[in-house]
């Protein structure tokens, strides 16, 4: 994120490319929070190995991952033009 926001600054980044990198970020933060705070329910309400909570656990995490692939593809469309 520290990284993005040096890159932004470098290459002057319009306001609209700003807000979408700004956006996707804040959705990675958000799905990070909500996998954290599903995974402490869980362990609350599932102390023991259970497969439900497995599954669970795994389907927030993979929340995270597609927020994470989402927040690549736009800082690609942004960066890419402005790098070649």
């Keep these: 994120m520290v990284f ?3 890159m932004g ?3 002057q ?5 700003w807000l979408w990198l700004i956006t996707v970020i804040s959705v990675v933060l958000i799905a990070e929070l909500i996998n954290t705070s599903i995974e402490v329910l869980t362990d609350l309400v599932s102390p023991g ?3 439900k909570a497995g599954i669970v656990k795994d389907l927030s995490a993979a929340s995270v991952l597609l927020a994470s ?3 690549i593809i736009t800082g690609l469309i942004i960066f890419i ?3 070649l």
């Design 49 to 51: 190995y259970h497969v």
């Design 69 to 71: 692939l989402l927040a």
């Design 4 to 6: 993005v926001i040096i």
């Design 13 to 17: 980044l319009s306001s609209q490319e």
């Design 81 to 83: 033009p402005k790098i």
């Design 9 to 11: 600054w470098y290459y």
